[in-house]
């Protein structure tokens, strides 16, 4: 990968790529048409009131008995062409642990999962600390999910990275989602005469 391509994918496109990757050939092959759902707008509300939150909490709702809290760290990696911005990194003495707030009941899926270990590879690259676990941070349970963060997934989402990037490269309209009830929300949904 080198940087000639002038651009650099999000994290949350590496969780979109799981869902639909469609989301991300139209958001880079057609960035003039993205909408901004209600829903997204919501999910950046509640972020923010989740710092003053957070900051209040105890450590204890991720296991640690002390640790340094930082709040939206910006990370960036030329090595993967890849940026992203962190709600939370908890940085122990013995390691870095990626928290992800997410607006919802249900327990992470592969795509939440894969988001962490993208941040974990760019904290891993920046910070040089070992990183072996993630929390999805579920706001409306107010619940810490643990995510280990093998090296199987890790490979896999740097795979994944690396087809993102041939995908955009190539212009290559990728097939519709198997699980089409996701598409039913969808921003893009009337760029996808092929499906609903």
């Known amino acids: 990968m080198t940087d000639e391509a002038g ?23 057609l960035p003039r048409v993205r909408p ?15 710092i003053g939150r957070e900051e209040r909490r ?13 709040f939206d760290i910006l990370l960036r ?22 928290v992800e707030y997410k607006l919802s009941e249900r327990m992470p899926g592969s ?3 894969a988001q962490l270990a993208a941040y974990a590879l760019l904290l891993t690259e920046q910070l040089q600390k070992p990183i072996r676990r993630g929390f999805s941070y579920l706001l409306p349970l107010r619940k810490a999910v643990e995510i280990p963060l093998g090296q199987r997934l890790l490979n896999d989402v740097e795979r994944s990275i690396e087809q993102i990037h041939q995908l955009i490269a190539h212009e290559t309209m ?13 921003e893009f949904r009337r760029f996808c005469n092929d499906v609903l």
């Open 7 to 29: 651009y650099f994918l999000e994290v949350t496109d590496i969780k979109q790529y799981r869902i639909c990757p469609r989301v991300v050939f139209y958001r880079y092959c």
């Open 36 to 50: 901004i759902t209600g829903k997204m707008a919501l999910g950046i509300e509640r972020h923010r009131e989740e």
């Open 58 to 70: 105890s450590l204890r709702t991720y296991g640690l008995t002390s640790g340094e809290r930082q």
């Open 77 to 98: 990696s030329a090595r993967y062409r890849l940026v992203g911005m962190l709600d939370l990194i908890i940085i122990t003495e013995n390691e870095c642990i990626p």
């Open 111 to 113: 795509h939440v999962k």
């Open 174 to 186: 990728p097939a519709a989602p198997k699980q089409q009830a996701i598409c039913v929300n969808c």
